[in-house]
């Protein structure tokens, strides 16, 4: 199924954290109405009962990253 996708990077040196774009996952099931796949012609009432109509619940990932930030590592706090 289509969903978003969440990640945030967390700096463990400088302890600052992230959350980057939400990135949309699309899937290609037939059956999922945000799905390329999913045919013009399946429209309501069917579609509603036979399609996905929702996305579903976002994939959450948290990045720890055993060094310092961009920003830290640009204003030389980097280590």
């Known amino acids: 199924m289509c969903h978003w996708r969440r990640v945030r990077?967390?700096?463990n040196q400088c302890?600052?954290?992230?959350?980057?774009?939400?990135?949309?996952?699309?899937?290609?099931?037939?059956?999922?109405?945000?799905?390329?796949?999913?045919p013009s012609t399946c429209v309501p009432p069917s579609c509603t009962t036979t399609c996905w109509q929702y996305r579903q619940f976002p994939q959450q990932f948290n990045r720890f990253i055993d060094s310092v930030?961009?920003?830290?590592?640009?204003?030389?706090?980097?280590r």
């Open 15 to 38: 302890g600052h954290v992230f959350d980057l774009a939400d990135e949309m996952i699309r899937c290609d099931d037939r059956y999922c109405k945000f799905s390329s796949s999913h």
């Open 69 to 78: 930030c961009p920003g830290c590592t640009h204003s030389g706090h980097g």
């Open 9 to 11: 990077n967390t700096y």
